[in-house]
Structures are given as C-alpha cells and as structure tokens.
C-alpha cells in the first residue's frame, strides 16, 4: 500500500483512453518509453481497440488509486514463431506525481503472476534505458536480470541512448502432475 492509499489493478477498459493519454503525454514518462511527445486521447482509444480485438493475446492492465488511472502495463507475447511461444515482453508506465510509490511494484507483481500462473510463460523480456536507475532497481527487485546492451538502440530528445536487455525465467516452472 502506498502512503496515499491502496492500489488496485485491474484490466484496462476503452475509458482509460483519456486517463492513458494524460500519463502518456508527460515529458517525465514518455521519455523512459518508446512513447511519442503529443499523444491523444483518440490514438489510445485506437491502441485499446487493437488490444481489444477478438483474438489477441495481449493483456493491458491499469494501476488505480483512489478512482484515478496511475499506471499502466502492458503484456504481449513476442511473436508468433512456435519455438518462442514461451516468451512475453512488457512496457511499464507510472503517472508522475505516483512514482516512488509501489504503483510499479503492484504493477510487476501483476506481471509476473500472470505470466507464472497463467499464461504459460518460462521468460519474460524486456528493454529498458540503461539510464533509467528507478526502472532497473525495480525490474531486479522481480528477479530481472541484465542480458547485454543495445547501444544507440533509441533516439531520446535529440539523442541516441543505451538500452539493457533484461530478462526473468519463471523462478518454479509447472512440473507434470504425479502419476
């Protein structure tokens, strides 16, 4: 629980569209992403219908507290060649005014529940800036682990930054039942 009140996840819906928009559109979030300045709330109600469509695999949730959209997540598998089925990847965002605040440590603990106890994942993958301290402490406080670095790997305000490969394996994957 944060100091300024519990945080509930939950799966997104079509009227986060707004709320998506406003996180999204702040210089101190897009900036950690491969966001865009400029966003709107018309282009995340397009991104939440893709997400939507009958058949995607993808799972979009929200952080909440106290009634207002703080974070986001999304997870998505990583292709669809058969030999990496066991593998999803994430994008993470936390509103401004609610970092430091265990809206990303409620965030990955949602995660990794889902990809451990549910979806069948044995690797979840993800990039992140290798300037972005705050992002790394928490990914390794899930069990990430650094993989290598993608240098220029992303053009940020003018310039080209690093990026680490991180990566976790499930810490217990399912075993067959006993006969």
């Avoid at 939950?10 to 992403?33: E, Y």
């Avoid at 529940?113 to 402490?137: H, K, M, S």
């Amino acid at each position: 629980m944060s100091k300024r009140g519990a945080i509930t996840v939950r799966r997104a819906s079509l009227a986060d569209a707004a709320a998506l928009a406003r996180i999204m559109d702040d210089p101190a979030v897009f900036a950690g992403l491969m966001q865009l300045p400029f966003t709107s709330e018309e282009v995340w109600k397009a991104r939440l219908a893709e997400v939507f469509a009958p058949g995607k695999p993808d799972l979009l949730l929200v952080a909440e507290r106290g009634g207002e959209v703080v974070g986001s997540a999304g997870v998505h598998p990583v292709g669809t060649a058969i030999r990496r089925r066991h593998v999803l990847t994430f994008g993470i965002s936390v509103a401004r005014k609610a970092q430091g605040q265990g809206v990303g440590s409620a965030l990955m603990a949602a995660i990794c529940d889902y990809a451990d106890r549910w979806a069948g994942a044995l690797r979840i993958e993800l990039t992140v800036y290798a300037d972005n301290a705050a992002a790394i402490a928490l990914y390794r406080k899930f069990g990430f682990e650094p993989e290598g670095t993608h240098r220029a790997y992303a053009l940020r305000d003018g310039e080209y930054v690093d990026a680490l490969a991180m990566a976790r394996l499930h810490p217990k994957p399912p075993a067959l039942p006993r006969r």
